[in-house]
């Protein structure tokens, strides 16, 4: 499991290193709008929207590994292809395929699952995203520190030890050694509830209404809203500390090392012992509310307040703490929470489909962030986010009345 976790990490080592200097790159040495900046975004989870189920679902049929494997291949590729690039128009196409290869985070959660147990899932998922989290640590401080170094673009030499991260990952998951998953999809019997969703016997369209049909639907919808919130945090972010506080790359990417550390203390050290405690839809409930909480806050910053007189920089600080410790409270636990809710056999494709439907929020959030951000300087950005994060914790209540008291105490 550690070479795994391992794997995640380097892997969003490299999906971290361009936030930071993504506004520089862009707007300022290429001359785009924030429209533009944030479609560059958007590109990516799209790419990684149309992955997620038809690569979870691959690896229910020809294995994880190998899936995994050719995708962190194509994954150093495009990192590559992204340091050498200086027009638009290649940026988008390197980090479309990018965004293909980074479809295997339900793959990730899938072999998860498949090895390990209920109980032990949640403490698990916490790893996942606190490796996820190191990635943002080290990516983003890699983008800023890095940003700018050398004659070539200001993220040439961030995306080359990107690639080399990336690479690294490719000789962790060749040594991987991982059962198959058929003979547990093999297993799954013809009852009249599991002809439903039986693959065999269905097309792939309508395997996925089945699934969306199932209460495997609700948490995708939980993880679109999620993920369509915190967009708004992910493009505009950056572009607030450097309108607020005139942050350049280097400042930006200190202030995400700060983000990644937090998410690494709440879902390293924090997650196994809040859900043995309280349990993970508790959690939940309480991860959205502190999200929404940071957002709000952030909203009132963005309009020229500030709860702490003229600390503007103080003020931005304990907002981005109440959300991404928010963040980091809800996203590994709800994952935990939907793998319970999907069938063994199928655990790939229905951990893909909830990814899917998330990098779909993401998508949708990232191509309306840009113009938000320009039409209301992160008062609209923000402002949606927080809407949506409310929304959102209505459909966690309703996913919390649906189980049993034990699931979640």
């Not at 699934?211 to 948490?219: D, K, N, V």
């Not at 069938?343 to 191509?367: D, K, T």
């Amino acid at each position: 499991m550690f070479a795994l976790l391992l794997i995640t990490f380097v892997n969003f080592v490299g999906i971290g290193a361009l936030i930071p200097i993504l506004p520089y790159t862009v707007i300022e040495n290429l001359g785009y709008s924030e429209t533009v900046m944030t479609a560059l975004l958007a590109s990516f989870a799209l790419a990684m929207f149309i992955a997620n189920p038809i690569l979870g679902r691959l690896s229910d049929k020809v294995g994880r590994q190998p899936v995994l494997l050719i995708s962190l291949i194509i994954g150093t590729a495009a990192h590559l292809w992204f340091a050498l690039s200086n027009d638009i128009l290649s940026m988008f196409v390197a980090r479309i395929i990018a965004g293909l290869s980074a479809g295997n985070i339900g793959v990730i959660q899938a072999i998860i699952a498949d090895n390990s147990k209920p109980e032990a899932r949640a403490r698990i998922m916490g790893f996942l995203g606190a490796a996820i989290g190191s990635g943002f640590v080290l990516g983003p401080a890699i983008g800023g520190l890095l940003g700018g170094l050398g004659d070539g673009p200001v993220h040439q030499v961030p995306f080359l030890v990107a690639a080399l991260f990336s690479f690294i990952a490719v000789c962790l998951a060749m040594r991987l050694k991982l059962q198959s998953v058929h003979s547990a999809a093999d297993s799954v019997t013809d009852s009249p509830t599991d002809s439903t969703i039986d693959s065999g016997r269905q097309g792939f369209f309508r395997l996925f209404k089945s699934m969306l049909s199932s209460p495997i639907g609700l948490f995708a919808l939980a993880f679109f809203c999620l993920n369509l919130a915190f967009a708004q945090v992910e493009a505009s972010y950056v572009l607030l500390v450097r309108d607020l506080l005139d942050f350049g790359p280097r400042q930006t990417g200190w202030l995400f090392t700060y983000i990644g550390v937090c998410i690494i203390i709440v879902q390293g050290g924090l997650i196994g012992k809040l859900t043995n405690a309280f349990g993970e839809m508790r959690v939940v409930v309480a991860g959205v509310t502190v999200l929404a909480a940071g957002q709000l806050v952030t909203t009132i910053i963005a309009g020229g307040a500030s709860p702490f007189g003229n600390s503007l920089f103080l003020a931005i600080l304990v907002s981005t703490s109440f959300v991404c410790v928010g963040f980091a409270l809800t996203n590994p636990t709800l994952s935990a929470a939907s793998s319970y809710a999907a069938r063994s056999g199928q655990m790939g494709g229905a951990l893909g489909l909830v990814q899917g439907f998330g990098s779909m929020g993401q998508v949708i959030g990232l191509s309306i962030a840009g113009p938000l951000y320009q039409a209301g300087t992160g008062r609209l950005s923000f402002g949606f986010g927080f809407v949506v994060t409310c929304l959102l914790l209505v459909v966690v209540w309703q996913i919390k009345s649906r189980q049993p008291n034990s699931a979640t105490k």
